[in-house]
């Protein structure tokens, strides 16, 4: 599918719902996260975000605080690198008033993620349709990251190998997605072939000589 082109789309139709999405493809957030985002003082210096996150990824200088809607009420701070995601909240800035989130002005919660997925699912965007979800917009985010930092296509895009770069992309990615844990990224990115392949060696009966 051509994401852009889908999102572009969808734009046309609901302009809040079409920058939801493309929050979630620019930034990796989770569509909750994309609704309740608010733009507004959003962009931190390294020397003011998490500093676990800030750690993750030395060569970024600004991030972005996802903090309103996250899982476990965990704030996280995602790299800010292209200029697609710049200008994607310059636009977000404009549109939205101070102190607000993207969604429409006087949509409660539950009807701002009512409207989201009548909008998708009317531009096709469900396992019934297309047979793609809108998270799917973070799984993508997150194995472009993989891919960028490990020089290598992660398992479920087909890399066949585990790069030489493969821990220190998951431990990347982990913190682009929240968590802690680099084990949640195979859930994600697929597990590492030499992980699955370590699982598939016999089981050995040796017994021990004690007197050896």
Not at 40 to 48: E, F, N, P, T
Not at 121 to 127: A, P, Q
Request: some cysteine.
């Amino acid at each position: 599918m051509d994401i852009s082109a889908k999102i572009a789309e969808i734009y046309k139709f609901d302009a809040w719902v079409g920058m939801q999405l493309d929050l979630c493809d620019n930034f990796g957030m989770r569509a909750k996260e994309a609704r309740h985002f608010r733009p507004h003082g959003a962009v931190l210096h390294r020397d003011a975000a998490n500093p676990r996150d800030a750690a993750a990824f030395p060569e970024c200088e600004w991030f972005v605080r996802i903090s309103h809607g996250t899982k476990g009420g965990r704030p996280r701070d995602v790299p800010l690198r292209t200029d697609a995601q710049r200008d994607l909240l310059a636009r977000a800035a404009t549109v939205v008033a101070p102190g607000m989130y993207v969604g429409q002005p006087g949509m409660t919660s539950t009807q701002s993620q009512s409207r989201f997925y009548y909008v998708i699912r009317k531009f096709g965007i469900s396992k019934e349709q297309l047979g793609v979800v809108a998270h799917g917009l973070r799984h993508e985010h997150v194995n472009d990251a993989y891919e960028s930092d490990a020089d290598a296509p992660s398992p479920v895009r087909g890399g066949v190998t585990r790069p030489a770069k493969d821990q220190e992309a998951r431990q990347r990615a982990a913190r682009l997605l929240g968590h802690n844990r680099p084990g949640v990224t195979s859930c994600y990115l697929g597990r590492s072939p030499a992980a699955v392949a370590a699982e598939r060696l016999p089981a050995t009966d040796a017994v021990i000589d004690p007197k050896a």
